[in-house]
């Protein structure tokens, strides 16, 4: 019965409906909590336990779902990316909605907002061995929202932001043979500190 969804999160209403041949479907899916068949992601959203599908997790396709629209980016797509060498713990993402943290059983994940013109540039599906897929930040639009979105950052030149890149954050650049700068142009024409845009592009480019 649940192994129909496999690792995509499931909400409320489609588990009542999948249970609707039991007198009391809600019981039930509570009964399924319990025995740790499901595992609750938020109110009215879970997920079935991998001792049921057999399937690991996918906390990036989670993260799409638990809250949305959004996309994946900040330390977890550049650690993706190669580009840093640290496992990230808590999925970070980008949405057009206010932000938000939800601690789950399956991990932590927050949501920074962003304006609907600069949210939707640089962004891509990921698609895993064919079975799902997920929306993640381009390296170039990850590394835009480390700057946009990291309070009281404020740098006027390439060598400081070179810094800012290699100290601060320990970014690989070896791991990118080639950027694709129009994503970085529209994210200064359309997001925010374009100053410090400016400089990244500039190092970049270099």
Partial sequence: MLEQFGIIPVNFGTLVSVLDNYKYPKDKISN???????????????VVSPKVHN????????ANHIYGPSYISFE???SFYGLIPERVHTIHSMTIKRGRKFSTPIGNFEYTNAKKEYFQIGIH???INGKYAYLIASVEKALCDMIVATHHLRIQSVKAMQEYLEEDLRIDFSTIENYN??????CIEFGKKKTELTQLYKLLKK
């Fill in 76 to 78: 977890h797509a550049l």
């Fill in 55 to 62: 399937q690991p997790i996918s906390k990036e396709l989670i």
């Fill in 181 to 186: 700068f129009e994503i970085i142009k529209q």
């Fill in 32 to 46: 399924l909590e319990k025995s740790d068949n499901l595992i609750r992601l938020k109110k009215g959203m879970f």
């Fill in 125 to 127: 599906q990921e698609i």
